[in-house]
């Protein structure tokens, strides 16, 4: 077994041990990131480890390992721009816990990159490009570094709101369990776009173009999907919704929407961030603003959702989360005040405890789990 095959093990053998944990952010701001930061969290008792700087880089937003090859790559910035001051990818070698060397970076074809997806094969990475809508991929060579770029794909249009929903605003990027299709929420055209992939080329064919519809105006930020690829839920960043949708053939119908928020609250707020639960029972979606987590519990035969609760997240704007190893943990990262939290969570019941005193961190936006040993 491949070193990086080994992160499905660490719900169980390894979880005696601290897990490893990188830290992708904005740079500069109030929190005067530097870069990709590391630290290690214990399943045991919820603890984090100290805090290192693993990597400089700019604008290190969002993190993705690769499944085999002991490399991580984030979006962000080059040290010296391109000519069309695009974002980039790039790649660095884990050398050792909290350590990174930086490999290569590459355009990715549009601005302001926000997510990132690795196929099946290991030998592309899709990317939404929030800033200019565009959706790229990019080929990767034999030893996992950016080669070239194999597709940019430009949307055009706009949705009703006139400040968030401009033009295309792509904010995330999913490949199908078959490795055949690549799915992208589009913030500012109220899609959920299907593009058909071939994997031998790293191409998406834009004549394949399908998409599922939100309300207009709901503004579909992230995707969260169930194992068996069944069920979708969409998180509507501009609507504080979460919309539950069946798969059927090669597109998803909605099935209702449900407020992330309390019925009582006035106040302002996006969502951020979604995930289901390992065990596919509960539902979670991060509101800024609010400053909470909604839990919702989901039927597994019709997919709707029902709201468990709304709970503090431990700090201000909590852009991003993850279900930590074991899936008694979610782990919350504040962009508004610096801080990661950790919030204690019943599989059974899928309900949040108290978070914890907080870990400071300069300007948090992502949270990337790493296998123990490489």
Same mark, same amino acid.
């Given at each position: ?98 350590? %990174? ?39 990767? +060579? ?33 490949? +199908? ?12 055209? +109220? ?14 064919? *834009? ?30 960043? %501009? ?38 639960? *390992? ?11 609010? +400053? ?83």
């Amino acid at each position: 077994m491949k070193a990086f095959a080994l992160y499905p093990l660490l719900a169980t053998a390894l979880l005696a041990e601290p897990v490893p944990m990188f830290i992708g952010t904005q740079t500069g701001g109030s929190g005067k990131s530097e870069g990709i930061y590391a630290t290690t969290f214990d399943p045991a008792d919820g603890s984090f480890g100290p805090l290192t700087l693993a990597a400089k880089y700019k604008q290190p937003g969002f993190l993705i390992l690769h499944p085999e090859k002991p490399l991580l790559y984030c979006t962000g910035a080059p040290e010296t721009a391109y000519p069309d001051k695009s974002s980039s990818l790039a790649a660095f070698r884990i050398e050792g816990p909290g350590k %990174l060397s930086f490999l290569k970076d590459l355009s990715t074809g549009g601005n302001d990159a926000c997510h990132l997806a690795l196929d099946a094969t290991g030998r592309t990475i899709a990317i939404a490009n929030y800033g200019d809508g565009h959706i790229s991929t990019v080929r990767l +060579d034999g030893d996992g570094l950016p080669d070239s770029r194999a597709t940019v794909i430009a949307n055009t249009g706009k949705g009703p709101n006139k400040v968030r929903q401009e033009k295309p605003h792509a904010h995330g990027v999913y490949f +199908d369990p078959q490795n055949q299709h690549l799915f992208v929420p589009d913030l500012g055209l +109220d899609h959920l776009w299907s593009y058909a992939f071939d994997a031998k080329t790293s191409t998406l064919d *834009p004549a394949s173009a399908t998409f599922f519809e939100a309300t207009p105006g709901a503004g579909p930020r992230h995707v969260a999907f169930t194992a068996d690829f069944r069920f979708a839920y969409i998180v509507n960043e %501009l609507e504080n919704t979460v919309t539950a949708c069946r798969k059927t053939g090669e597109k998803f119908e909605a099935i209702h929407s449900i407020s992330t928020l309390p019925a009582d609250w006035k106040g302002g707020n996006t969502t951020a961030e979604i995930d289901v639960h *390992p065990n596919g029972k509960f539902v979670y979606a991060s509101n800024r603003g609010h +400053d909470s987590i909604a839990v919702f519990s989901r039927d597994e035969d019709s997919g709707r959702l029902s709201l468990v609760g709304i709970t503090p997240c431990g700090g201000e704007t909590p852009r991003h989360f993850k279900i930590a190893p074991g899936g008694k943990w979610l782990i919350c990262a504040h962009q508004g005040d610096n801080t990661i939290s950790a919030l204690p969570l019943d599989p059974a019941t899928g309900k949040l405890g108290t978070a914890a005193a907080p870990f400071s961190c300069p300007n948090p936006i992502c949270i990337l789990f790493a296998p123990a040993k490489n």
